[in-house]
């Protein structure tokens, strides 16, 4: 006779997870839409004007896609959690991620004439010009990276 | 993102619809701008319309797209670029780089 197989839990790490203003994923692109609606729609039920919200949407995609491929290196055992969270006069968001950490001053200008038609290379550059303030706090157990925008 | 592509006097017509931030719908993106500059179609117009934002990943796709072709001999241009993607490309200088149209009908034209 057969036994059943023991199949437990279900592992809902292979699925992005919310709870309350956090958004977990695995490390993969392909929940990148996933964290930008969850983004979206909470900063849209904080009334914030659409083109602020799309300039902080963009800038999250940007290191959501750092964490999962630089920082993750598209691990399936790394996560990458997004935090959002209001202030009084301002949106403040977190993501981290579970890698080794990286040099955000190593980064060259994008905008040199020899860097103008590179394809990679522009995400943290437009970060910064899109946000007001973007922090870095690196380790070897992960980079957690934190931007606020004034709303 | 969805995609659509229409020909006209051997002009390829891009309209992406929506995001273009990466994952998934980004690959589609790029893979049929490279799968058409392969087919030596090296009239290309992108259509941004519809396109509500782009990151970083989208200029990627452009630029590379745009350089594949010129070194093919071709051209790529730009239509009805929106605020948000015009201030990306300000931000990032590309502006300097695409020709770009106020309707695809101007894009269009200028290759005659």
């Known amino acids: 006779m057969d036994l059943p197989v023991f199949l437990g839990e279900p592992n809902n790490m292979d699925k992005p997870t919310i709870s309350g203003d956090t958004i977990k994923i695995p490390s993969t692109l392909d929940y990148l839409a996933d964290v930008d609606m969850f ?9 914030i004007d659409e083109s602020v919200i799309a300039d902080i949407a963009i800038s999250v995609s940007e290191l959501v896609n750092n964490a999962v491929c630089h920082g993750n290196k598209s691990s399936p ?4 959690t997004v935090r959002v969270g209001r202030e009084d006069s301002s949106v403040k968001i977190s993501v981290a991620d579970e890698g080794t950490g990286f040099d955000p001053d190593g980064i060259e200008s994008p905008i040199a004439d020899e860097n103008l038609l590179k394809k990679v290379g522009r ?7 899109l946000m007001d303030s973007i922090e870095f706090k690196l ?6 990276v934190i931007i606020k925008k004034a709303v | 993102m969805k995609l659509s592509t229409w020909e006209q006097d051997g002009v390829v017509v891009f309209e992406p619809k929506g995001k273009i931030m990466g994952g ?3 690959s589609l993106l790029n893979d049929k701008l490279h799968d058409y500059i392969e087919k030596r179609m090296s009239k290309v117009v992108i259509n941004l319309a519809q396109v509500d934002w782009m990151n970083s990943t989208g200029l ?7 350089t594949t072709i010129r070194n093919n001999d071709g051209e790529l241009k730009l239509a009805n670029v929106t605020d948000k993607i015009r201030s990306l ?3 990032t200088k590309l502006v300097t780089v695409f020709d770009s149209y106020d309707s695809v009908e101007d894009a269009l ?3 005659k």
């Not at chain 2, 990627?60 to 745009?66: P, Q, T, V």
């Open chain 2, 89 to 91: 490309l300000t931000i």
């Open chain 2, 24 to 26: 998934p719908d980004a």
């Open chain 1, 123 to 129: 995400g943290i550059f437009i970060v910064k010009s």
């Open chain 2, 60 to 66: 990627g796709i452009l630029i590379s797209s745009y």
């Open chain 2, 109 to 111: 034209k200028s290759f």
């Open chain 1, 39 to 47: 983004v979206e729609n909470l900063l849209r039920r904080y009334g």
């Open chain 1, 77 to 80: 055992d790394k996560k990458v």
């Open chain 1, 139 to 144: 380790s070897d157990k992960g980079s957690l």
